[in-house]
């Protein structure tokens, strides 16, 4: 193992393939073309005083309302005969400037007002809170002119009008990030610690919201640009001489029924500009929102994309429910293809429980989500294979269809009952909505199939926990409403992803027995999802063991347990304590598994075996039968001759 680990060339390290964020916004044409457009107009407003353009406050009667293209006047003149185009570049400068000083005053001083009042809380968050609600109350416009009739008419004025009545918004939105972030574990690791207040403040729980207020200044400096131009508009902001786009769109509707022109130059720069910083701020949004960070800007759909390189020839083996060749899901960040399932074969019998096995991030959870179309897109896809339920391809059927079949053909269980339920319903309402979206029963009739479903899993007094919320529950209670709403229709397949992991071991022994005799009363197969060998003796029927995406080993339970052929499924089997054998020692794997966009070529765990051979790192290693129902991708198997006897 030494020797041939030295002997290795090392790999050159590979850079980091996710996308920047100029690239991911790039990706969006709507926020590229707003960028485009706003960079254009910031870049000329800035350009104004080198560029050769008369002065915007000289009036020439001799050439008032000269229209657009005349000589020496590109878009014509005023009323007064000033240039339009210098009064138009320069009050897109004022505009601008006014726009957005106004968002960093309110941003400045409403985030300030949220963060302080969401962390403090109590009587400090009541006295701020009422505070911005009384400024609320006054519709904002109005408050807006009110503030300026009491300063003034100016453009200074309208500034601070403007950054004032934009503030609540501000405070509402951060205060309500800062009070859930203020609960979290790190905060009160902070405080542990000793940091004072101020500094978890504003290094813990600042950067946090940092994305939030940024993203809500790129979609609010245009509505400040847009309240500005109101107020000159109506003659509060910029007053004579001093142009901005509000003041020339009022100058324009004295002559707006005879010379149009003037009004519509600056309204369709008003236009743009807003556009503009609307279309770049939803982007901005996109790119500071870690759940889109995909490389294409777009939320996952209701199912995942199958776009399907090759389709197995032979159809699914008779005497199967559930039967899948050479499945593969693949995941594109960037310039990357996760290969996070890389041709898996599964098959399923009724009544049968298979035990999928292996490490965390080896592609088990990928695979069973894969089954109904759960993966996101994007960035997941389905690249290949095939997944028959009852001789039906569940990748090539319709997307209704799989609507139809979720929840009745096939249902999930997942790891954590806490998330999976809803939390502001009640155990019986979630029930009876699985049971009345595949089946056509009245609510009482739903609601007592409900509580038969509840005694069923063994529930006590199942009449009265309908109507219990999910917390009021304890895990092992919540876990199993989980099982009975995955058995509320009949299911043919049951997909339990690691059901057992969050729970004590007296309750996962009562819930794997409970699964065990529910199976075996109703006929029901199951694709149970584990780590753990020590759950997998206690209830399936045959196993497949997991690693880098890729099935390494399958089998019988009782043939994989007494003699793994793969080195893998030993370590892994290793691992598990034996009653009785204090002094058994646990072996850890050495390493961790490959990353699945760099997959080395030949075997995955070759780097972590100690039996590893030259010709292990070579090519591509098939899964060869050992047996009926014994497979192994290995060139060098353990115990060969016990899988043959």
């Known amino acids: 193992m030494t020797d041939t680990t030295a002997n290795t060339a090392p790999k050159a390290k590979k850079q980091s393939s996710r996308p920047s964020a100029i690239s991911l916004l790039l990706n969006n044409t709507l926020a590229t073309g707003g960028l485009i457009v706003f960079t254009i107009i910031v870049l000329v407003a800035l350009a104004a005083p080198i560029l050769p353009l008369q002065p915007p406050n000289i009036t020439d009667p001799s050439v008032r309302l000269t229209p657009p293209f005349s000589e020496g006047h590109l878009l014509g003149t005023d009323a007064l005969g000033r240039d339009l185009l210098s009064r138009l570049i320069w009050g897109t400068r004022v505009s601008l400037a006014v726009g957005i000083s106004a968002t960093l005053i309110a941003a400045f001083f409403g985030s300030l007002i949220g963060l302080v009042a969401g962390y403090a809380g109590g009587r400090v968050d009541n006295v701020l809170m009422r505070g911005i609600d009384m400024v609320m109350a006054f519709p904002y416009i109005l408050l807006a002119l009110a503030i300026v009739a009491v300063l003034g008419p100016g453009l200074l004025n309208a500034l601070y009008a403007i950054a004032i009545v934009n503030i609540p918004f501000f405070a509402r939105n951060i205060r309500g990030m800062t009070l859930g972030l203020s609960r979290r574990e790190f905060v009160d690791a902070a405080r542990l610690s000793g940091m004072s207040h101020t500094r978890i403040l504003f290094t813990e729980v600042l950067p946090n919201v940092l994305p939030v207020i940024i993203i809500t200044m790129s979609t609010t400096i245009g509505w400040m640009i847009l309240e500005t131009a109101g107020l000159s508009f109506l003659g509060l902001g910029a007053q004579p001489p001093q142009a901005d786009l509000g003041s020339m769109l009022g100058d324009g509707r004295k002559v707006l029924f005879t010379e149009a022109y003037v009004s519509i130059v600056p309204g369709l720069m008003i236009f743009a500009l807003v556009m503009s ?162 089946q056509p029963l009245s609510r009482s009739e739903a609601r007592q199939k409900a509580t038969d479903l509840l005694e069923s899993v063994r529930i006590p007094n199942a009449a009265n926990r309908l109507d219990a919320f999910p917390h009021e529950l304890s895990g092992g209670m919540r876990q199993r409403v989980s099982i009975a709403m995955a058995l509320a229709n009949d299911a043919k397949v049951i997909v339990a992803d690691e059901p057992t992991t969050a729970l004590d071991v007296t309750v996962q022994a009562q819930i794997l027995e409970m699964m065990d005799t529910l199976r075996r009363e109703r006929q029901t197969a199951i694709l149970f999802i584990t780590h753990d060998f020590g759950v997998v003796s206690a209830i399936c029927d045959r196993v497949a063991v997991m690693y880098a995406g890729r099935i390494v080993e399958t089998g019988t339970t009782a043939e994989i347990l007494e003699s793994p052929a793969h080195p893998y499924t030993a370590k892994l089997i290793d691992c598990v304590p034996v009653l009785g054998e204090p002094e058994r020692r646990l072996d850890a794997i050495e390493g961790r598994p490959p990353v699945v966009n760099n997959l080395p070529e030949g075997c995955a765990f070759a780097d972590r075996c100690p039996f590893v051979q030259d010709d292990c790192r070579k090519g591509d290693i098939a899964l060869t039968a050992l047996g009926e129902e014994r497979g192994v991708r290995c060139l060098h198997p353990l115990n060969r001759e016990n899988a043959h006897g």
């Open 277 to 438: 910083i609307n279309l770049l701020g939803d982007g901005i949004r996109d790119v500071l929102d870690p759940r889109l960070k995909s490389g294409a800007l777009a939320r996952p759909g209701a199912r995942t994309a199958v776009k399907r390189e090759n389709t197995p020839k032979d159809g699914p083996k008779e005497g199967t429910v559930l039967d899948v060749q050479q499945m593969r899901t693949e995941f594109h960040i960037g310039g990357s293809i996760y290969k996070a399932v890389g041709g898996v074969d599964l098959h399923l019998r009724e009544g049968e429980c298979l035990g999928l096995v292996g490490e965390s991030g080896s592609g088990k959870s990928v695979t069973a989500m894969s089954l109904m179309g759960l993966v996101p897109t994007p960035p997941g896809r389905i690249a290949g294979g095939a997944a028959w339920l009852n001789g039906e391809d569940l990748f090539a059927t319709s997307d209704e269809r799989i609507r139809q079949l979720r929840g009745a053909d096939v249902s999930h269980v997942f790891q954590d009952p806490l998330s999976t339920l809803h939390p502001l319903y009640t155990v019986g309402d979630q029930l009876v909505e699985a049971i009345q979206a595949h």
